[in-house]
């Protein structure tokens, strides 16, 4: 997805921080608390609400900043040993999932860039009692990891976040081991995205903005050298889904002369969330 003309990539990132290190740090305001305040375990964004079960989560915590599309732990098969590395890891539940997964021998990390996210992650590990995971500062284009030192790439809704997807998945290609795995939940496009839409920062932290059109993350993947890419539809959204995005939406970020019916208009049947699956070459 490219960012039309007139639209501040700095301005987009630094919307995207915010957005997740509010979350944060109010997921970090429950410490001593049994239930959920405001702004916290919000079920009302479609995209994020109801993809795990109580029991499977390993804190109240790293539940309560789940912000993602999908559940990835669920979809990929992990065994002990491996190391994982979760793009975009926020309050760290999908690190922990898979930490007790390639548990006791395994490794997972978790990547963030926001300081609040990686101060709650952590938090969540230590209520969590898991030793085995790992939590770093960085950007999903840059990753502070070897080449070649990761056996499964997953990450939950946070690539279409990105305004420049192809480093994020030559990155992941590198820190792959050959024959490793990437396994991601995100948001696809089914049809393009007028400009005038993409360029709405709202839409962007909504994760729609930024996504990739189904047909253009395939042929992304195979650019950096992924082999067997393929997508698989999870979830599809209802027309109250759409006018209840619409609704998050500021007025003043909506296009000159456009108001919420014209946004229903413009997300109705564009976007779903997805299982992306690839391969690394095994060198033999």
Same mark, same amino acid.
């Given at each position: 997805?490219?960012?039309?003309?007139?639209?501040?990539e700095?301005?987009? %990132?630094?919307? !995207?921080?915010?957005?997740?290190?509010?979350?944060a740090?109010?997921?970090? %305001? /429950?410490?001593?608390?049994?239930?959920?305040?405001? #702004?916290?375990?919000?079920?009302?964004?479609?995209?994020?609400?109801?993809?795990?079960?109580?029991?499977?989560?390993?804190?109240? #915590?790293?539940?309560?900043?789940?912000? #993602?599309?999908?559940?990835?732990?669920?979809?990929i098969?992990?065994?002990?040993? %491996?190391?994982?590395?979760?793009?975009?890891?926020?309050?760290?539940?999908?690190?922990?999932?898979s930490?007790?997964r390639?548990?006791?021998d395994?490794?997972?990390?978790g990547?963030?860039m926001?300081?609040?996210? /990686?101060?709650?992650?952590?938090?969540?590990?230590?209520?969590?009692?898991i030793?085995? +995971?790992?939590?770093?500062?960085?950007?999903?284009?840059?990753v502070p990891? &070897?080449?070649?030192?990761?056996?499964?790439?997953?990450?939950?809704? @946070?690539?279409?976040?990105?305004?420049?997807k192809d480093? !994020?998945?030559?990155?992941?290609?590198? !820190?792959?081991?050959?024959g490793?795995?990437? +396994?991601v939940s995100?948001v696809?496009?089914?049809?393009?995205?007028? &400009?005038?839409? @993409?360029?709405?920062?709202? /839409?962007?932290?909504?994760?729609?903005?930024?996504?990739?059109?189904?047909?253009d993350?395939?042929?992304?993947l195979?650019?950096?050298?992924?082999?067997n890419?393929?997508?698989? /539809?999870?979830?599809?959204?209802?027309? %109250?889904d759409?006018?209840?995005?619409? +609704?998050?939406?500021?007025?003043?970020?909506?296009?000159e002369?456009a108001?919420?019916?014209?946004?229903?208009?413009?997300l109705h049947?564009?976007?779903?969330?997805?299982?992306?699956?690839?391969?690394k070459p095994?060198?033999?």
């Open positions: 997805m490219t960012i039309p003309t007139g639209t501040d700095s301005d987009v %990132q630094e919307a !995207v921080r915010q957005r997740y290190a509010a979350s740090r109010a997921s970090l %305001q /429950l410490v001593d608390s049994s239930c959920c305040g405001t #702004g916290c375990c919000d079920t009302s964004d479609p995209v994020t609400a109801g993809l795990y079960t109580g029991t499977e989560t390993p804190s109240e #915590g790293a539940l309560s900043a789940s912000l #993602g599309c999908g559940n990835p732990t669920a979809l098969d992990l065994r002990p040993g %491996q190391r994982v590395l979760d793009l975009g890891s926020g309050g760290g539940l999908d690190v922990l999932l930490a007790r390639v548990a006791p395994g490794l997972a990390y990547l963030d926001t300081d609040d996210m /990686l101060t709650l992650a952590e938090r969540n590990r230590l209520e969590a009692g030793t085995n +995971a790992t939590f770093l500062k960085g950007t999903i284009e840059n990891l &070897p080449s070649a030192s990761i056996d499964v790439v997953i990450s939950n809704c @946070v690539i279409n976040l990105s305004t420049d480093a !994020v998945l030559r990155e992941a290609f590198r !820190v792959l081991r050959p490793g795995r990437f +396994a995100d696809v496009l089914l049809r393009p995205l007028a &400009p005038e839409w @993409v360029a709405v920062v709202g /839409l962007w932290t909504g994760c729609i903005a930024g996504a990739l059109v189904d047909t993350y395939l042929d992304k195979r650019a950096a050298g992924f082999v890419p393929e997508i698989e /539809l999870t979830r599809t959204y209802t027309d %109250q759409v006018h209840d995005m619409a +609704a998050m939406l500021a007025p003043e970020d909506l296009p002369g108001d919420r019916a014209a946004a229903v208009s413009a049947g564009t976007f779903a969330s997805a299982f992306i699956r690839a391969d095994d060198r033999s």
